[in-house]
């Protein structure tokens, strides 16, 4: 009986989505993740003997709960939130039910999963190893020294800024010419901001800048890190290839070791050193400090000595303790 309920919903979720995919002329995969979400929903009700026209905001509250105790993840959730919000509007559009019981009902929050990062010691460790990879490899074998030279000058200019890897690897070569402190670039959503060059990475930089003009394909290209072959600039691919096989040499889970991890690392030391969360937002080019304070991870021993060192009261408390002792 309640395989006829199921079935029978199945069949009339069919029609109505349908109606969706000429609307909004949703593509093979997207339809077919509707239909899958739909009959998930479908098997439920039957499981209930609730009707599908008859959906309360309570029912539809208990089916996510039962999908929880599955163990689903928050994006399937929310998917499959959607697909029931988009189901349920078109049946009000289409004058089935006269109330959309999904109205109130908000999206899941998804996982944010933080890459790890590496301490100061394994960075250092890392850097080393770039620049006397590139002071071993003879001048006789220039491709090689080359590639190990710009390996070693991204790590320092990823590590100096906390650049993210597309906003490096688009940089045109003018933006070096004459490399000061900072220097101004285009972030995520065309916004500017500045990031900071320290005098270890200015020197590795200048270096770079010498090798890469004696190499005749890299002379009409207009990037700071043109690709192999010449034209436009290097692939995330790329550095990411050669930061792993660097990363191999030392002994590294290089699976760990990305652009995007060091980027991470950045943060947590200077977070680590004291830099506070509105400068560290600047740096890292975030529209909202919520993004900055989920970025990294601040330790609780940090936060203790920050209440212990800055707090009024606790000011107040030492006074109190010396009058008392004297």
């Known amino acids: 009986m309640k395989k006829n309920i199921s079935e029978s919903i199945k069949e009339f979720a069919k029609n109505i989505i349908e109606i969706i995919s000429l609307e909004k002329g949703l593509s093979y995969n997207t339809k077919f993740a509707y239909t899958k979400d739909i009959n998930l929903f479908a098997d439920w009700l039957s499981m209930e003997n609730v009707n599908v ?5 309570q029912n539809v509250k208990k089916f996510f709960c039962f999908l ?8 399937s959730l929310s998917r499959k939130l959607s697909s029931l919000k988009q189901f349920y509007k078109t049946l009000k559009e289409e004058k089935y039910i006269k109330i ?29 190893e770039a620049e006397e990879n590139f002071i071993n490899i003879s001048s006789k074998d220039l491709i090689e020294k080359i590639k190990s030279l710009r390996t070693y000058t ?3 200019i990823l590590y100096s800024t906390g650049m993210r890897i597309s ?11 004459e490399l000061k402190d900072l220097l101004q670039i285009r972030g995520k959503g065309s916004v500017y901001r500045y990031v900071a060059f320290n005098k270890k990475s200015k020197d590795v930089i200048s270096v770079w800048l010498s090798y890469r003009s004696s190499v005749n394909k890299y002379i009409n290209n207009k990037y700071m890190f043109p690709s192999n ?6 692939s995330r691919q790329i550095v990411n290839k050669d930061i ?17 991890n060091i980027r991470h690392s950045f943060a947590t030391h200077l977070l680590n050193r004291g830099v506070d969360l509105r400068s560290l937002q600047k740096l890292l080019g975030h529209a909202d400090i919520s993004t900055t304070e989920i970025y990294t991870r601040v330790q609780s021993k940090r936060l203790a000595g920050l209440v212990n060192e800055i707090h009024p009261l606790n000011k107040i408390v030492l006074n109190n303790k010396e009058s008392i002792e004297s």
């Open 53 to 57: 026209l008859e959906v309360d905001e």
């Open 68 to 75: 929880q105790s599955k163990n689903y993840k928050p994006s």
């Open 100 to 128: 959309n019981p999904l109205t109130n009902l908000e999206s899941f929050k998804k996982e944010k999963n933080l890459p790890k990062p590496l301490s100061e010691k394994h960075l250092n460790l890392l850097l080393k």
């Open 154 to 156: 991204i790590l320092e």
């Open 167 to 177: 906003e490096l690897i688009s940089l045109p070569l003018t933006d070096f010419i």
């Open 229 to 234: 072959k010449g034209l436009g600039h290097i």
């Open 244 to 260: 792993s096989e660097l990363s191999k040499k030392i002994n590294f889970d290089y699976e760990n070791v990305s652009p995007h």
